[in-house]
């Protein structure tokens, strides 16, 4: 969003500017028929949790028609929803009562591929001349029969597979059986705007775009060169290239801003790009940028890095200045393809400490914040062995990609319960982990000490303080260990006072040791700041 002209107070700004979004994996959240797969009943069941800890909307992960080669991100048909995820009646109801506890929907578009199996995939590698037939990427092999181009796969491979129908390649920037749009082709533009009008139709009030700098490519298909070292291990040909030519297109910013046309005729309809990759911060602020393109972006700042600090954090939020023209961030820390948190950034005799510090942080940012489920109950990356796996990626590099099942277990609802309380069926699809089942949703509830507590009181906090939600965020200082920084809107100032290492730090010289406390974790307190010591502070103006 851009502000030429700063607005005066929250009521001049959108429902979305500055929410809490609870993401729900629908597959691990809850099971209503006991088949040991989580589905949309299960969530509408579920929704007074995430009402209760004061998120401002929830983001629904896939859960429309899919073989789930790739766990609903292959879509076989965008207008209805997969049977192991229930109906689209299912799906009314769950935005029905969503709505009714004043909690906004948000869902996945995937607009980059579709599964191989949709309908318009089917028809397209048939002949060279149907109606579909430039609906999808297809190429000629160089004259010695070899691919198009040296574009490689992100799951690893070449992103060419051969179709003997069409006696061509097709293009696949993840899974062979996730082929790739043409959105160059109008027709393909139309229908997939048709889709998301089919969504606002059912009263969803928002969109998060999967992979969208993945939409489109370069039409003369030139090779992408070779990426230098920068000294990380790679464990896949993706990682040897610059990808330039196989995303990225400039044509995807025209896309954008009639996607934000049909939304914005809507209304106050909330649209967030999911944008990795060597150029993600360019592209985020392309893509965000003016009124007529999407409302936010996330990256990968904060998912994949191994660890944490206050420099990193300063940086990252830099970044995204609160100035005209740049657009409004949004940010997680943990997601269902990223290692969770606390696995990443403590270790484990710290980590009940480390996770309400990292609460504090996250409430404490400028931007959206995006709460991944279980985030608010401290769950741990599961080790899953590797007859257990379900992630074609971990599959696929065994054992040198972290499989991202370790972060989609079900969530625990009852600590007693053998299956949790996710199902009453004989086993889940993923273990649950001991270690995360002892921190059920009911325990947690029955102890006011809790992270789960903690959280509620932070997210309504974020919700009622207009600086936390709003405001803008000045570094005043960031070390190794410490992070202070000021949050100011409409009146307020709030201080920010994060002591991200495990020893005490001495409280700044130059920064008072007054105000009003609000939130104060691990024995912070004015003047003292032991280990992983968190404030919140109302300054008096």
Request: proline share 8%.
């Amino acid at each position: 969003m851009t502000q030429h002209t700063p607005p005066s107070s929250a009521q001049d700004l959108p429902w979305w500017h500055g929410a809490a979004i609870y993401q729900i994996y629908p597959r691990s959240f809850a099971d209503s028929n006991g088949d040991g797969v989580g589905d949309l009943a299960g969530i509408t069941a579920r929704l007074e949790h995430v009402a209760r800890l004061g998120a401002d909307a929830i983001w629904i992960s896939p859960f429309f028609k899919s073989p789930m080669r790739d766990f609903g991100y292959d879509v076989s048909d965008y207008c209805d929803v997969d049977p192991v995820f229930g109906t689209l009646d299912d799906f009314d109801a769950l935005v029905a009562r969503a709505h009714e506890l004043g909690l906004k929907v948000t869902i996945d578009q995937v607009y980059a591929h579709t599964s191989y199996l949709h309908p318009w995939f089917v028809e397209s590698r048939q002949s060279r001349d149907n109606p579909h037939a430039d609906w999808y990427v297809w190429a000629d092999p160089k004259p010695d029969g070899s691919p198009p181009s040296n574009w490689q796969s992100v799951f690893g491979g070449p992103a060419w597979r051969w179709d003997a129908r069409r006696c061509q390649y097709y293009l696949h920037n993840f899974l062979a059986e996730q082929p790739q749009i043409n959105a160059h082709n109008p027709a393909v533009q139309e229908a997939l705007l048709g889709v998301m009008k089919f969504w606002l139709d059912r009263g969803v009030d928002g969109f998060r775009i999967d992979a969208l700098n993945f939409l489109m490519h370069d039409p003369t298909l030139r090779d992408n060169p070779p990426a230098p070292d920068d000294g990380r291990r790679r464990t896949r040909p993706f990682d040897y290239q610059l990808k330039i030519y196989n995303q990225s297109h400039p044509g995807i910013i025209t896309f954008i801003e009639r996607l934000r046309s049909l939304c914005n005729s809507y209304g106050a309809v909330f649209t967030v790009a999911e944008v990795g990759g060597d150029l993600a911060e360019t592209e985020m602020k392309e893509y965000t940028a003016g009124a007529a393109r999407l409302n936010s972006a996330y990256g990968f700042d904060f998912l994949y890095a191994p660890q944490i600090t206050p420099v990193m954090v300063r940086d990252v939020l830099a970044k995204w200045p609160d100035e005209p023209g740049i657009g409004w961030p949004s940010w997680a820390f943990e997601n269902h393809d990223a290692p969770r948190a606390l696995s990443r950034w403590a270790t484990p005799e710290a980590r009940d400490a480390y996770a309400r510090m990292k609460a504090v942080l996250f409430a404490a940012l400028r931007g959206n914040i995006i709460v991944y489920q279980g985030e608010e109950l401290g769950l741990t990356q599961v080790d899953i062995p590797f007859e257990q796996l379900q992630d074609p990626e971990a599959i696929a590099n065994w054992p040198l990609t972290l499989s991202r099942d370790g972060a989609r277990t079900p969530l625990p609802w009852q600590a007693q319960s053998a299956m949790g309380g996710f199902t009453a069926g004989p086993a889940p699809w993923l273990p649950l982990g001991e270690e995360n089942l002892a921190r059920a949703v009911d325990r947690q509830e029955a102890d006011p000490a809790s992270l789960l507590a903690l959280t509620t009181r932070l997210l309504h906090l974020r919700r009622q303080s207009p600086a936390l939600r709003h405001g803008s965020f000045a570094v005043l200082h960031a070390d190794a260990s410490l992070l202070v920084a000021r949050r100011q809107f409409a009146g307020q100032s709030l201080l920010v006072v994060i002591n991200m290492g495990n020893q005490p730090v001495a409280w700044p010289q130059d920064l008072a040791q007054d105000g009003t406390v609000l939130v104060a974790e691990n024995d912070a307190s004015l003047g003292y700041l032991p280990g992983f010591a968190a404030l919140i502070i109302e300054e008096r103006i």
